[in-house]
């Protein structure tokens, strides 16, 4: 299997890489800070500006009054002002943008605005906002076969409700942009987005200029996680209107405690199901009702909201589905894309109906996942057909090779030798669907140069955010051109050499960005072994490249890579190419939600060991051991960094990381002493990822699956490993799925009589 070190690890592990707020300024260069919502939902009565512009070191204050173009930032409903005008709908809402010489001056400023706000009532939880009739768009329903019919014949039929909370980013890097003036009123973002284009649009339409105009760029992102596919937008667009005003660079990098209050983050889910089960526990039937707080605009709710039904059954296949999502509209930060999308609530919520049926009927909880899990041609609710299905055989093949049975025994073991520690062992089996689920986003492009001393450029629409994408690009341009990698450099994402692009999201980053490039070296690939095979006297079809040298008939020639560049510059053959790919085969029908709408799916099984400490109600995850669907990886370290991170923030979101709001909308946990985030010490203390032996598929890359979120969705399985050692302990315990299951909740339930 094929490794290399991610390109940048050199340059990270000397504090050399680039990142926003480490580029050169232009000494004229002003900063940035939003003034923002004080309340969360009102009218705002008057907002006094004077003391705070006259502020020394005060260029200028901006707000909606200031925009040339839109005052709108909405992607898929436009129902999102940049500057609130009249009303605000969340704590956090940018209000206006302060400009001043320093960031010491401009935070002065900002405490020197007098707001006036008549409130309103707030809203902060999706139910809340069902029973007013609060929603940001219709509801969307899938359907297969006839639950209600399908129930009358159960054997077992079970109702219940969840609640999966957000989740903060917590990239490493916060949200920031640097903006320059060009010539005749162009502008240049930098920008710290997984979706340059979108920042270029949307700063073209509040502008009110063409997108030629702005130009974006984006180094890379110091850890993205979803939470710059659409939210690192608003304040690249603010500076830009200020840099279109001022004709100065502007540059603003929100603190840490700005950044938490006025982003959204994953989005919390009650939801309620239904589920029915044969005699020999078969699913039969299972409906959900799932609603998704999405704060005060829509963002990418509904896209979001789309992919939880498509992971509503998650790898069980069920013949009768009715699974239905409200986007409830409540006065939270607009709430966002984050890793899995969606699709970790949705199998939360069946993974808990499992739960309880086990429970209710009295056998393991993995009886019932086992007997259900998808096999080739069973249906998706959306009616794709599974097929190349990994379910079973990643399951029993964890089982087989981690000794499951041993395992097990183990955790019995030890809870019957012990009064104050229990053992918890869960399986948890993961399927998730590769492409945007809006089928139109799945293209991309790659413009490859040779330049003439046969070192190569490779430009893509990939932002590289720490998941390794440019190392992989770099692989499939090195691979394809028979060349070694210090031939070959990653560009920055910029917009004019690579426009129109998707954002780097849906794991699919790679193999739509990798096809182009791989696309592209073909092309140039095909005229550069025209002009070998004339300095060869050989036929092309005989002609490779191989390790910076022609080859002939399998066989090392004497010409090098770089004397065929040089001939091919003599004899006028380009030596650059672009090149576009969109996933072939992919649709979806929305009048009927149905469809095919992903290229594959991801499968994978993970059996996760957790110690509860029944004293204190605190725990600890033994081991996660997983056997993974890669396909054939075209880097193993890369794709099991990416197992162990994904894992590694399932796990936080399933325990301990508690978003707090208040009744009046204000986020309570807005520091990281209040909000806590998996460390070295809450990791697991092993993680084993296995490969699973499989051909791979051809839509992905090199027959390397996509592999940036399914993982993250192994740590649902903490979740019920904890309950099953709370069970342990504590008979009289009544499971309850609602996560986070921190200290706290286990205490309770170790404790609940
Ligand atoms: N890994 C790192 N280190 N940093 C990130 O921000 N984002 C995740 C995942 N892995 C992320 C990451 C998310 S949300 C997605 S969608 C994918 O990477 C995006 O990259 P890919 O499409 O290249 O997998
Ligand atoms: N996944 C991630 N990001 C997205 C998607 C998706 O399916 N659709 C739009 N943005
Ligand atoms: Mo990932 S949530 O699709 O950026």
Same mark, same amino acid.
């Given at each position: 299997m094929k490794t290399m070190k991610n390109i940048d690890s050199f340059t990270h592990v000397r504090g050399e890489s680039l990142f926003v707020d480490d580029l050169m300024i232009r000494k004229d260069a002003l900063i940035g800070l939003c003034f923002d919502s004080?309340?969360?939902?009102?009218?705002?009565?008057s907002v006094d500006y004077s003391v705070a512009e006259s502020l020394?070191?005060?260029e200028r204050i901006f707000t909606y009054?200031?925009?040339?173009?839109?005052?709108q930032i909405g992607?898929?409903? #436009?129902?999102? #002002?940049l500057w609130a005008q009249?009303?605000? &709908? +969340?704590?956090?809402? #940018?209000?206006a943008f302060i400009v001043a010489k320093t960031e010491a001056i401009a935070k002065k400023a900002r405490a020197l605005i007098k707001i006036e706000i008549e409130e309103l009532p707030v809203i902060t939880t999706a139910i809340e906002a069902k029973q007013k009739g609060s929603f940001i768009n219709a509801p969307r329903i899938f359907n297969l076969g006839n639950t209600q019919k399908s129930f009358e014949e159960c054997e077992y039929v079970f109702e219940g409700e969840t609640f999966s909370n957000g989740q903060e980013h917590l990239y490493l890097e916060t949200q920031g942009c640097y903006v320059e003036p060009l010539e005749n009123g162009n502008i240049k973002i930098t920008s710290s987005t997984q979706g340059p284009t979108q920042v270029q649009k949307t700063a073209a339409k509040v502008l009110g200029v063409?997108?030629?105009?702005i130009e974006v760029d984006v180094?890379?992102?110091?850890?993205?996680?979803?939470?710059?596919?659409?939210?690192?937008t608003p304040w690249a667009v603010m500076a830009a209107v200020a840099v279109q005003h001022l004709k100065k660079p502007v540059k603003y990098m929100l603190n840490r405690h700005d950044d938490l209050r006025m982003t959204g983050k994953r989005h919390p889910y009650s939801s309620f199901f239904k589920i029915g089960l044969s005699k020999?526990?078969?699913?039969k039937a299972f409906e959900a009702e799932f609603l998704q707080?999405?704060?005060?605009?829509a963002d990418l709710s509904p896209a979001v909201a789309e992919r939880t039904l498509f992971h509503a059954t998650n790898s069980y296949f069920v013949p009768n589905v009715n699974v239905s999502v409200y986007s409830c509209k409540t006065n939270l930060p607009p709430n966002t894309a984050f890793r899995g999308f969606g699709g970790p609530q949705g199998m939360f919520v069946i993974e808990s109906a499992i739960a309880m049926a086990a429970e209710k009927i009295g056998v393991d909880r993995r009886k019932i996942q086992e007997v259900n899990l998808l096999k080739e041609n069973d249906e998706f609710s959306y009616g794709q057909i599974a097929n190349e299905v990994q379910a079973e055989r990643s399951w029993f093949t964890a089982k087989d090779k981690f000794e499951f049975e041993q395992l097990e025994k183990e955790v019995q073991r030890f809870n019957n030798e012990n009064q104050l520690f229990k053992k918890g062992i869960s399986l948890m089996p993961i399927a998730f669907g590769i492409?945007?689920?809006?089928?139109?986003?799945?293209h991309a492009r790659a413009l490859v140069h040779i330049y003439q001393d046969g070192s190569v450029g490779v430009s893509t629409g990939a932002v590289e955010m720490g998941q390794s994408v440019n190392t992989k690009m770099l692989q499939v341009a090195q691979d394809v051109l028979?060349?070694?990698?210090?031939?070959v450099k990653l560009e920055t994402t910029n917009t004019t050499r690579v426009a129109n692009t998707s954002p780097?999201?849906?794991?699919s980053t790679a193999d739509l960005n990798g096809k182009a490039v791989e696309m592209a070296c073909n092309l140039l690939l095909d005229r550069l072994k025209i002009v070998a095979s004339k300095m060869l006297s050989?036929?092309?079809?005989n002609i490779n490249f191989k390790d910076n040298c022609v080859f002939i008939d399998g066989k090392k020639s004497d010409v090098t890579w770089n004397a065929v560049i040089a001939q091919a510059m003599l004899e006028r053959v380009s030596l650059s190419e672009n090149a576009h790919y969109a996933t072939p085969e992919i649709h979806f029908d929305k009048s009927k939600e149905k469809? &095919?709408?992903?290229a594959y799916h991801v499968y994978g099984t993970a059996i996760t060991t957790v110690t509860v400490d029944c004293l204190r109600g605190i725990y600890e995850v033994d081991s996660v051991k997983i056997v993974h669907? +890669?396909?054939?990886?075209?880097n193993l370290g890369i794709d099991i960094g990416q197992v162990e991170g994904a894992l590694a923030q399932g796990i936080g979101w399933m325990t301990m990381e508690e978003i707090a709001y208040g009744?009046?909308?204000?986020?309570?946990?807005?520091a990281l002493s209040t909000y806590k985030v998996p460390d070295i010490f809450s990791a697991p203390k092993t993680i084993e990822t296995i490969p699973l032996e499989t051909e791979g598929n051809e839509l992905a890359i090199q027959k390397s699956k996509a592999v940036g979120?399914? #993982?993250?969705? =192994?740590?649902?399985g903490t979740y019920f490993a904890i309950q099953q050692a709370v069970k342990a302990y504590n008979k009289n315990y009544k499971p309850? =799925? &609602?996560?986070?299951?921190?200290p706290e909740k286990v205490l309770m339930a170790l404790y609940e009589k």
């Open positions: 004080p309340k969360a939902h009102g009218k705002i009565k020394e070191g005060v009054k200031d925009v040339l173009g839109e005052n992607g898929i409903i #436009p129902d999102e #002002p009249n009303e605000v &709908h +969340f704590w956090g809402q #940018p209000i063409p997108m030629h105009k180094i890379r992102l110091g850890g993205g996680f979803g939470g710059k596919e659409d939210q690192a020999d526990l078969k699913i707080n999405a704060g005060a605009a492409s945007f689920t809006n089928t139109p986003m799945n028979g060349i070694s990698a210090a031939k780097s999201a849906a794991s050989s036929d092309e079809k469809g &095919h709408p992903f669907d +890669f396909g054939k990886t075209m009744k009046d909308g204000r986020l309570l946990s807005n979120e399914p #993982p993250l969705m =192994y740590g649902i309850k =799925y &609602h996560s986070p299951f921190t």
